[in-house]
T-cell receptor, first 119, second 115 residues
Framework: AQKITQTQPGMFVQEKEAVTLDCTYDTSDQSYGLFWYKQPSSGEMIFLIYQGSYDEQNATEGRYSLNFQKARKSANLVISASQLGDSAMYFCAMRDVNAGGTSYGKLTFGQGTILTVHP | DGGITQSPKYLFRKEGQNVTLSCEQNLNHDAMYWYRQDPGQGLRLIYYSQIVNDFQKGDIAEGYSVSREKKESFPLTVTSAQKNPTAFYLC??????????????FGPGTRLLVL
């Protein structure tokens, strides 16, 4: 069974500094996708960044980058130049392409990390 | 603007009552999903649908039912059999569910409370 672990319940960062949110995963599959979502207090899940298991380069999207270490099964999110608006809950999720021989796109989520950005 | 809408934003359920949560998308996506989120927790999959007139149970389907009569709509009914329905419900959609890089996009959610 797939499992996502986010070991940091809460993180604090000073505005304009960088912060790393940890994510480790467990899967027996070779083909999978890793996602990070942001959930502000309003509740909506906002897609941030994607990393495929076969991608050789770390994904980047603006101020977001993903530190992907396949051998360690980790996919940490790095937010550079933090802004007050980055304060939110952040979820790491994994998508299994093959589940019982059928691909159905289920996302397995971690417990989340609450990020607070201080001015 | 393309997107996913969910209604109502807040929903109150009385004991023994069935309630239906609406989810509509105009993204022309084939696949749609329902997730449940409990306070301080990640999301868990309730039901998903890859195509019209087809849907499958997720990890926590007991006490819930869905229908997919139109591509744009995927309503979720919380039945009286669901003994602990208080949660935040999120609907999502994706182009199709066949590739690992497909991104799921989420609606704003519905908070369900039991009176």
């Amino acid at each position: 069974a797939q499992k996502i672990t986010q070991t940091q319940p809460g993180m604090f960062v000073q505005e304009k500094e960088a912060v790393t949110l940890d994510c480790t995963y467990d899967t027996s599959d070779q083909s999978y996708g890793l996602f990070w979502y942001k959930q502000p207090s309003s509740g909506e899940m906002i897609f941030l960044i994607y990393q495929g298991s076969y991608d050789e380069q770390n994904a980047t999207e603006g101020r977001y980058s993903l530190n992907f270490q396949k051998a360690r099964k980790s996919a940490n999110l790095v937010i550079s130049a933090s802004q007050l608006g980055d304060s939110a809950m952040y979820f790491c999720a994994m998508r299994d392409v093959n589940a019982g021989g059928t691909s159905y796109g289920k996302l397995t989520f971690g417990q989340g990390t609450i990020l607070t950005v201080h001015p | 603007d393309g997107g996913i809408t969910q209604s109502p934003k807040y929903l109150f359920r009385k004991e023994g009552q069935n309630v239906t949560l609406s989810c509509e998308q105009n993204l022309n996506h084939d696949a749609m999903y329902w997730y449940r989120q409990d306070p301080g927790q990640g999301l868990r999959l309730i039901y998903y649908s890859q195509i019209v007139n087809d849907f499958q149970k997720g990890d926590i389907a007991e006490g819930y039912s869905v229908s997919r009569e139109k591509k744009e709509s995927f309503p979720l009914t919380v039945t009286s059999a669901q003994k602990n329905p208080t949660a935040f419900y999120l609907c999502a959609s994706s182009i199709s569910s066949g590739r690992r890089q497909e991104t799921q996009y989420f609606g704003p959610g519905t908070r369900l409370l039991v009176l």
